[in-house]
């Protein structure tokens, strides 16, 4: 990887190449770094999108699908749940997972649809890797039908101690320690460093309502290093 790696800055080929790299090993340091909690926090993020049977949803930065497959879920046979994502290894694990569903690579700043055309268009710890973040979730709010709802689910840096220190400690120094011995030391340098480089919850907020979004609230879960964002697209 490029030297600079562990700034949370690379450039975005140099993101969708790391993302192809560690495909395979994606699902199972997920569950490690949480303890299998980031299903939980998935599933609450669904609830937010408000969406029922027969929605139109879109899944941006999808990875291998979890967030997708639990928005199939809710929106039934009658629905459909589109997941994009620019790695296609990422897509192809998504795929294996759930072929029923319709999996796209597709450039989050650049998203390949019309305007107000999903019910709901959410985004799981893949907002932190946008190479210009307003400029996606502006394109997140232009794809969402008025009076739909925008979702963001991701890490947050928490501020206050004990838990403060223990994500230092655990994303500074574990989390590169695990992905040395899953073989790619660079990929989860970058993971810390990225987190460290998103907004705040807050200052999150105010970039959503900046987006064209009404309604914006979020939530803190996990004491406070996972963010849920929701927003609705006012009806002009």
């Known amino acids: 990887m490029a030297e600079g790696s562990a700034s949370g800055t690379l450039e975005e080929p140099q993101v969708e190449a790391m993302f192809d ?13 949480t303890a299998g909690l ?14 029922g049977p027969g929605a139109d949803v879109l899944d941006v930065a999808s990875g291998t699908g979890d967030l997708a497959i639990e928005l199939a879920a809710r ?34 700043l650049a998203l390949p649809y019309e305007e107000n055309r999903f019910d709901a268009v959410t ?20 794809v969402t039908r008025p009076g739909g709802r925008v ?26 320690l695990i992905g040395r011995f899953a073989g790619d030391p660079d990929a989860y340098s970058y993971l810390p460093s990225s987190v460290r480089r998103f907004p705040d919850a ?9 987006a064209g979004l009404n309604e914006v609230a979020y939530l803190l879960t996990a004491g406070g290093i996972i963010a849920i964002h929701s927003g609705t697209k006012p009806v002009v």
């Open 21 to 33: 790299r560690i495909a395979g090993v994606y699902d199972l340091m997920n569950s490690l770094m």
């Open 202 to 210: 807050r200052t999150l907020a105010q970039r959503l309502s900046a």
């Open 151 to 176: 979702v963001v689910l991701e890490i947050t840096t928490p501020t206050r101690p004990p838990l403060s220190t223990f994500f230092r400690l655990w994303f500074d120094r574990l989390v590169p």
């Open 123 to 142: 985004v799981g710890f893949g907002a932190r890797n946008f190479s210009d973040l307003d400029a996606g979730l502006a394109e997140m709010v232009r």
């Open 38 to 51: 980031h299903h939980r926090w998935r599933r609450r993020a669904v609830d937010l999108a408000r969406v």
């Open 75 to 108: 929106v039934g046979a009658g629905g459909s749940v589109i997941g994009s994502d620019f790695s296609e290894q990422m897509l192809d694990r998504a795929r294996v997972k759930a072929p029923q569903l319709e999996w796209v690579q597709a450039n989050a």
